[in-house]
């Protein structure tokens, strides 16, 4: 069994990083990767259930003509907003598993392509609903509300794993990749800003083109210019200082030297811009 917040001493930063570049193959040689949603809430029971239903059902629509089916998609919206939606090392850990699970409580697990295929149909469904359900403060089901639920982390992680894997073979493209995964994973943070680029190590990596290896002992700073040096040298081309792809963390305080610390969103330059992402998971 593999637990990385056990498994890796997370105070050591040599280990760290080490054992980053190791986790691609035990994510990959894994028989089952297990994902926990969280402990059994007022919602888990019936979303966890629902997604069967969403995998078997052809309109949406038909399905929340009462209230009793109304609450359904409510728990299966609740289920998308579920704080592990929200970590970015959860991308590689779900990308490269060959056979993965949900688990939320005691429930039944729901195999990942089973939730991959309900979130596809619910969002492809969702214009049909109508206007007047509502979500009880949660979101509004209506055709303005599918742009919030894009911004889902479980969304865009679904979105990702189903064209990955359906186009495999464009990995071997050196540079669609970077780009692509840049603009897909703004809904996930990491409370180490080093970790908006290590975390992709084992997506990237897949390309064949040299990848900066993961180095704790380098600052922030050092990291994220390191990352747009890779990316402009490799791409020949400079579009990557007009890309939104490292959240902020206006939160986090950096040491500069012995005497002076400071906020890191005030130490990043302007060719690194940040977004100030707003979270739309539950707490």
Known sequence: M???????????NVEKSKQI????????????VRVWLGEVNQFSDIGMAYIKELVGQI?????????????KVLAFIDLMRSQW???????????????????CGANHPVHWSDFILAVAKFMSRLPEIPSDTQTQGIVELRPGAVDA????????????????????????????????????????????PRDTVFAMYSLVMRTQVPFPEPDYSKSVLDVLSQFVKFS????????????????????????????????????LPTWIPQTRQVHLWNA
């Open 21 to 32: 570049m190791r986790m691609p193959e035990i994510y990959r040689e894994a028989l089952q």
């Open 232 to 267: 402009i040298e490799t791409k020949n081309s400079l579009d990557i200082i007009c890309r939104l792809w490292t959240p902020a963390h206006p939160w986090l305080i950096v040491r500069l030297n012995y005497y002076e610390t400071r906020r890191v969103d005030t130490i």
């Open 2 to 12: 593999w637990i990385d917040a056990i498994c890796i001493n997370q105070a050591d």
């Open 149 to 192: 639920l894009e911004a889902y982390g479980a969304n865009a992680l679904t979105k990702l794993d189903s064209e990955l894997r359906r186009h495999d073979a464009a990995f071997t493209q050196q540079l669609k990749p970077l780009y692509y995964l840049i603009s897909q994973l703004l809904p996930f943070d990491a409370s180490d």
């Open 85 to 103: 939606f929200s970590r970015r090392w959860v991308v590689q850990e779900i990308l490269c598993a060959k056979n993965a699970a949900l688990h």
């Open 59 to 71: 309109r949406l629509s038909d399905s929340i003509k009462v209230k009793e089916e109304r609450q």
